[in-house]
C-alpha cells in the first residue's frame, strides 16, 4: 500500500538558517504529493503541491521537488524564522486512493 | 470564503457513553473526508464521501463508529459506545472533488475528544 516516510524530529534550527526536511514515498501508479503545516493550536493548512513528476512546489519561501526517480519530495526553505517553527506533514494521493497519505510529521523548532 | 467548520472544538466524555461530530464543508465541495489523528503521528483516513455516498469506508471501525453525510452537505460522526483508545483529534476535510486537478483538501480546526 502507499506510505510516507519523514524525517523524526524535533528539527532545531536557529533563525536564517537553511531548512531540510526529508521525505520518501512510496505509491501505485503518479501520484501527488503535498506538505501540510500545523501551527500551534491551529488546523492543518496546505503549504504547497506537485502533481507530476519534476514539479516543484513554492509558497511562503518553502520549495519542494517531485523527484520521481528517487520518489521523493523534500521540502526545503532558505532562511527560517521563529514564526515558521511548526510541525509539517508529507502526503501523497494515489490513483487508488484519493484520500491523502500522511507521513509522522517533523516538529520544526526555530529559535531567536 | 468560509473554511471547513467543525464542532464541537473539544469534548471530554466517559467510557461507553456515545459521542457524535460535525462537519460544515466548504460550499460546493463535494468530496468530504473524516481523518483521525492520534497524538504525535499523522492524520488517518476513516472514510470519505463523493456527495451522499461513502466511497471509502474500509478504515472505519464499524462496530462502533457510524457516519452520515444526508443530502451530501454536512457530516456526522457517531461513536457509540466510545471507548479509551477513542481519545484523538477528528479532523474533517473537503476538496471540491477527487480528480487530481480538484483534489487539494481544506482542513478543518478539529475536534479534540478525550475519553475518561
Known amino acids: 500500500g502507499d506510505s510516507v516516510t519523514q524525517m523524526e524530529g524535533p528539527v532545531t534550527l536557529s533563525e536564517e538558517a537553511f531548512l531540510t526536511i526529508n521525505c520518501t514515498y512510496t505509491?501505485?501508479?503518479?501520484?501527488?504529493l503535498f506538505w501540510y503545516v500545523q501551527y500551534p493550536g491551529e488546523g492543518l493548512q496546505l503549504l504547497l503541491k506537485?502533481?507530476?513528476?519534476?514539479d516543484k512546489g513554492s509558497n511562503k519561501g518553502f520549495e519542494a521537488t517531485y523527484r520521481k526517480e528517487t520518489t521523493s519530495f523534500h521540502l526545503e526553505k532558505g532562511s527560517v524564522q521563529v514564526s515558521d517553527s511548526a510541525v509539517y506533514f508529507c502526503?501523497?494521493?494515489?490513483?487508488?486512493?484519493?484520500?491523502?497519505?500522511f507521513g509522522s510529521g517533523t516538529r520544526l523548532q526555530v529559535q531567536p | 470564503e468560509a473554511g471547513v467548520v467543525q464542532s464541537p472544538r473539544y469534548k471530554i466524555i466517559e467510557k461507553k457513553q456515545p459521542v457524535a461530530f460535525w462537519c460544515n464543508p466548504i460550499s460546493g465541495h463535494n468530496t468530504l473526508y473524516w481523518y483521525l489523528q492520534n497524538l504525535g503521528q499523522g492524520p488517518e483516513l476513516l472514510i470519505r464521501?463523493?456527495?451522499?455516498?461513502?466511497?471509502?469506508d474500509s478504515q472505519l471501525p464499524k462496530d462502533r463508529f457510524s457516519a452520515e453525510r444526508l443530502k451530501g452537505v454536512d457530516s456526522t460522526l457517531k461513536i457509540q459506545p466510545a471507548e479509551l483508545g477513542d481519545s484523538a483529534v477528528y479532523l474533517c476535510?473537503?476538496?471540491?472533488?477527487?480528480?487530481?486537478?480538484?483534489?487539494?483538501?481544506?482542513f478543518g480546526p478539529g475536534t479534540r475528544l478525550l475519553v475518561l
Open positions: 464521501y463523493e456527495n451522499e455516498e461513502a466511497v471509502d
Open positions: 505509491a501505485t501508479g503518479y501520484p501527488s
Open positions: 506537485a502533481t507530476k513528476a519534476d
Open positions: 476535510a473537503s476538496s471540491l472533488g477527487s480528480h487530481p486537478t480538484e483534489e487539494t483538501q481544506y
Open positions: 502526503a501523497l494521493t494515489s490513483t487508488g486512493r484519493r484520500a491523502l497519505t
